[in-house]
């Protein structure tokens, strides 16, 4: 039976078991370089024991950042630094993965520790865009310009520009960030996007930028190597994206050459609330795996290897993805083998052989 200590192959990649690393922002990044942080941080948790680790959304562009210490993948000079991270997770045994992104309305923000709220274009912020001039709200009430379809295209082809780069920096899986309110996800929304072109309006063309950057990255990315989506499948709110669209538009991304959807929920609607239990997503994740046909992930609140176990057991989801709980135990992974019992045993790295 497949549980979360069986390795798990797509393509020419394989997992050495079904836990993942779910991208954290780390917010410590200067014009989008990674540093030691970003190495200390990634590797320690790849040594941890998890088959794949996902580096943090990693903007396409300048403009996309989430805050001004994001990390980024716009120029050549962000390649050697993520290859060095990449290099030694790799050594570790576990899969490198980029989560590519672009925040849309939401960018421009201090960074958490900062208060989170946009920042105005004098004290370090800059002007936004997303499909429509609407704001999110809260603190992040900066009016975005709605984009031009020569600014969809040329949005298209940071994507694509930023897909290469990752290649030559040497990531094995590459995630689209199409969740949390970001950019991708703004146009997927019937709230955030209301142009009145072919990317607005009906199902089709809500979902047509993603669609079109999905074709363009895949014809980059090497068909032997993973292509995954991160999808906000619902938006918790009425007359919002749907569980419904979000299973539509797998079984579209499919037939793209699209792997696996990485389930998560929320984060496009200011004034929405999840229901944050435990695995609140795993039965979106399970809807998405079964009613679309294509393998998954699934984050949120999962802390204990039991339960990450049984959703892997039962179905529910392909990879299990830890963060908060990555952040408490590195080592969770090799932790979760030794409560589950698992045999053999998964080493934990020789350094650590006779403490362990
Ligand atoms: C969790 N977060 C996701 C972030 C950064 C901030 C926190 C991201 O994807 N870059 C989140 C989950 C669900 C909805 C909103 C935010």
Redesign the pocket.
Same mark, same amino acid.
């Given at each position: 039976m497949v549980h979360l200590f069986a390795p798990l192959t797509i393509k020419s990649i394989t997992l050495r078991n079904r836990i993942g690393v779910s991208p954290m922002?780390m917010y410590s990044s200067e014009d989008g370089v990674a540093n030691d942080w970003h190495l200390v941080h990634l590797g320690v948790r790849a040594a941890g024991g998890a088959g794949l680790i996902i580096a943090e @959304?990693t903007a396409v562009a300048p403009e996309g950042r989430?805050t001004p210490g994001d990390a980024g993948i716009w120029a050549d000079k962000h390649v050697e630094p993520l290859a060095r991270i990449n290099r030694f997770v790799k050594a570790q045994g576990a899969v490198p993965g980029i989560q590519l992104?672009h925040a849309g309305r939401k960018a421009s923000a201090a960074r958490p520790w900062d208060g989170s709220a946009h920042l105005a274009n004098i004290a370090g912020g800059w002007d936004t865009i997303a499909p429509s001039a609407i704001a999110f709200g809260g603190g992040l009430d900066k009016v975005p310009r709605a984009m031009t379809r020569e600014d969809i295209a040329r949005v298209q082809r940071d994507f694509v520009a930023a897909a290469q780069r990752s290649l030559t920096a040497g990531y094995a899986w590459l995630e689209l =960030?199409a @969740? =949390? +309110?970001y950019l991708l996800q703004e146009f997927l929304s019937p709230l955030a996007n209301q142009r009145t072109d072919d990317y607005g309006g009906s199902f089709e063309n809500r979902t047509r930028f993603l669609r079109e950057t999905t074709e363009a990255v895949r014809a980059v990315w090497p068909e032997s190597l993973p292509l995954t989506v991160r999808l906000s499948t619902t938006e918790w709110v009425e007359g919002g994206w749907t569980i419904e669209e979000s299973v539509v538009l797998a079984r579209q991304l499919k037939v793209l050459g699209v792997d696996l959807i990485d389930v &998560? &929920? +929320?984060?496009g609607v200011h004034a929405a609330r999840a229901p944050s239990t435990p695995g609140f997503h795993v039965p979106l994740s399970e809807r998405v795996r079964r009613e679309a046909g294509i393998a998954t992930a699934v984050v949120g609140l999962i802390t204990k290897p039991a339960h990450a176990d049984q959703i892997v057991r039962d179905g529910q989801a392909d990879v299990v993805l830890i963060a908060r709980e990555s952040l408490r135990d590195p080592n969770w992974p090799l932790r979760a083998a030794r409560e589950l019992k698992v045999d053999p045993l998964p080493a934990a790295p020789v350094q650590y052989a006779r403490g362990w």
């Open positions: 922002c @959304a989430i992104a =960030h @969740a =949390h +309110g &998560s &929920s +929320g984060g």
